[in-house]
């Protein structure tokens, strides 16, 4: 016997394959938002470091004996809430004291506009690098012969901790 009309796919047919359709549709935009998060994780670390190292060269360019003098100081800026400097350094001469004033209130200004909610912490620390990596507070915060690290830190999509996710060291500072 022969059959006559018209040969289709049936309604079960129908079902499965929409069904299997929905399944790899799931699957690729989770791994979209999982691409995403990865990319602004890269972007975060990216602008961290860069960050980072400017703040690192700023350091090492600072004058000797003036480092030696202000170091608590310039760490003790990176603890407080951030404020306006107390003078403007584009159009006027600045003192010294003013000037890493502004400097570092600039470049906070542009930490939290690449990393909003973000912390940093500046000191000595000889501490372990796993150590170091694991903890905001330094363990040698007034030996100038431990090596100065910058560990700055940004809330992650997801986490609530708040450790460090970016450490790096500086360099060792003659006492």
Not at 45 to 54: D, G
Not at 115 to 127: F, K, N, S, T
Not at 156 to 162: H, I, M
Request: aromatic share 10%; with cysteine.
């Amino acid at each position: 016997m022969q059959k006559t009309g018209v040969a289709g796919f049936s309604l079960i047919e129908i079902v499965i394959s929409m069904l299997m359709v929905a399944i790899a549709a799931c699957g690729f935009i989770r791994w979209q938002v999982a691409h995403i998060y990865a990319a602004r994780q890269v972007e975060a670390s990216a602008n961290a470091m860069r960050l980072a190292s400017e703040l690192a060269d700023w350091i090492r360019a600072l004058p000797e004996e003036f480092s030696h003098q202000h170091n608590a100081d310039i760490f003790q800026i990176f603890r407080q809430p951030l404020t306006s400097p107390s003078m403007t350094c584009f159009y006027s001469d600045c003192n010294p004291e003013q000037q890493i004033e502004f400097d570092l209130y600039e470049w906070r200004q542009r930490l939290l506009q690449a990393l909003p909610g973000a912390r940093v912490e500046v000191c000595h620390d000889d501490q372990s690098r796993d150590a170091q990596m694991h903890a905001w507070p330094c363990q040698a915060t007034s030996s100038l012969s431990a090596p100065l690290i910058i560990k700055i830190g940004w809330q992650r999509l997801g986490s609530a901790q708040s450790l460090p996710q970016l450490v790096l060291a500086v360099g060792f500072v003659a006492p």
